[in-house]
Structures are given as structure tokens and as C-alpha cells.
Nanobody
């Protein structure tokens, strides 16, 4: 069995910070690209941040640049999303995804998905 499990969501005030975690169970994802997506009610799912394996590059949506940081700990089979200076527009369900190629994640595709964790930011 392969499973991605997100955690760390919650209800916070604007300006607060949260760190989301995504733990991969059942196999190693050290050679997979990882990404965080989010989806607000009535909105399409969008890619927030992505990180490949090995290479020190990242992708961020323009709306979160300078506020969010994606990182990974391959030894723990975990990817993180540090979210700072949160605002109401960040309210959404956040999903972790793993893809066999960085370009695949950047194009909104994932081979494995987590169940999502709710982030609610009050203004």
C-alpha cells in the first residue's frame, strides 16, 4: 500500500504561520517530485509549490512567493510546506502529491495524492 498523509492544517488568523507535513507511507519517494496543491470551494485546484528530488530548485505560485517555502526530508520520506504571513486568500484544502517527474507536477498531475488538510485563515 502507498499512501500520502497530510497534517498541520488548522484555523489561524491573518498574518499567522503554519507548517504542513506530508508523510509518504509504503514506499520511498526520494526520487519523486513532490508538490503542494490547494483547492478552495468553487475554485479549480492549483499548484502552490513543487520540488524535485536532488536538484536545488523549487516552484512557487506567484500568489505565495516570498511567503511559502517547500522543503523535503528524504530520510523521513516527508515534504513540508512552511506558510508564513497567511491571508484569507490562502484558505483552501491543501493536498500533497507525488509525481515521477517535476514537469508532471508543474502541469498539475500527480501519481499519488494525499487526502488533504484544511487551512482556514480568518481576516
Amino acid at each position: 500500500q502507498v499512501q500520502l498523509v497530510e497534517s498541520g492544517g488548522g484555523v489561524v488568523q491573518a498574518g499567522d504561520s503554519l507548517r504542513l507535513s506530508c508523510v509518504a507511507l509504503g514506499r520511498t519517494f526520494s526520487t519523486y517530485a513532490m508538490g503542494w496543491f490547494r483547492q478552495a470551494p468553487g475554485k479549480e485546484r492549483e499548484l502552490v509549490a513543487a520540488i524535485p528530488w536532488g536538484i536545488s530548485i523549487t516552484y512557487y505560485a506567484d500568489s505565495v512567493k516570498g511567503r511559502f517555502t517547500i522543503s523535503r526530508d528524504n530520510a523521513k520520506n516527508t515534504v513540508y510546506l512552511q506558510m508564513n504571513s497567511l491571508k484569507s486568500a490562502d484558505t483552501a484544502v491543501y493536498y500533497c502529491a507525488a509525481g515521477q517527474a517535476f514537469g508532471r507536477i508543474k502541469n498539475g498531475l500527480g501519481d499519488y495524492w494525499g487526502q488533504g488538510t484544511q487551512v482556514t485563515v480568518s481576516s
